[in-house]
């Protein structure tokens, strides 16, 4: 069993649909992440959870909507997304060190959630 | 803010030989990380070595070494002995020690490097 888990792998959603993204981690994190993949760009980070709660919302626009019900799981909402919003979406978590130092800075990923949009 | 660039969309290397990735940075802080993640096709990104800003010394792992300048702002990534299992893409990574930057990364475009039979 892979440390970061999500699910699904693929999706593909008309413009008027609504679906989630889920993101699990066995790692006993306590920060977790939303990153988006598009072609030819760098990563995007979008969101930042920090034992549960949002610490960084990188200017996304509301159609993405997180969630965080504990440290170990992370959701995506999607509603009324666009065709440019499609993209590998990936999660990843980390250890915050003391005092919400920097630890070691290393990031755990997902395998990601490819999202089509029609 | 920090930016990170990879100058080398697209790489390919001969099996057993040594390939050199590009990376440079931009930032005003003095302590930070730099980092090179490895994705493979399958797509799950992996860590392959991390330098800190402070230590002099680069950062070695196995076939795996850093060029890192700071003055230059530059962190390269030395594969020798490719092996056909290094194909991916590789993404250099910068974040600032202090403050509340936690997990947060940035990243380069990417190098897809292809390691050929």
């Known amino acids: 069993e892979t440390g970061v888990t999500q699910t699904p792998r693929h999706l593909v959603m008309g413009m008027t649909n609504k679906k989630s993204l889920k993101c699990e981690q066995h790692l006993g994190h306590n920060a977790m992440y939303w990153y988006k993949q598009s072609a030819k760009k760098p990563l995007e980070l979008m969101f930042v959870y920090n034992f549960k709660e949002q610490t960084e919302n990188n200017s996304v626009p509301s159609r993405f909507s997180p969630e965080c019900p504990n440290s170990s799981h992370l959701f995506l909402h999607l509603h009324t997304l666009q065709p440019e919003d499609s993209a590998l979406y990936l999660c990843?978590?980390?250890?915050?060190?003391?005092?919400?130092?920097?630890?070691?800075?290393?990031?755990?990923f997902g395998e990601g959630s490819r999202l089509t949009v029609l | 803010a920090q930016t990170v660039t990879q100058s080398q969309p697209e790489m390919s290397v001969q099996e057993a030989e040594t390939v050199t990735l590009s990376c440079t940075y931009d930032?005003?802080?003095?302590?930070?990380?730099l980092f090179w993640y490895k994705q493979p096709p399958s797509r799950q990104m992996i860590l392959v070595i991390r330098q800190e800003a402070y230590k002099q010394q680069n950062a070695t792992e196995n076939r795996f070494s850093v060029n890192f300048q700071k003055a230059a702002k530059s962190f390269s990534l030395k594969i020798s002995d490719s092996q056909l299992g290094d194909t991916a893409m590789y993404f250099c990574?910068?974040?600032?020690?202090?403050?509340?930057?936690?997990?947060?990364?940035?990243f380069g475009q990417g190098t897809i490097l292809t390691v050929h039979p």
């Open positions: 990843a978590s980390s250890p915050v060190g003391l005092a919400g130092g920097p630890g070691t800075g290393e990031l755990f």
């Open positions: 930032t005003s802080e003095n302590n930070y990380y």
């Open positions: 990574a910068f974040r600032a020690a202090g403050g509340t930057s936690y997990g947060k990364l940035t």
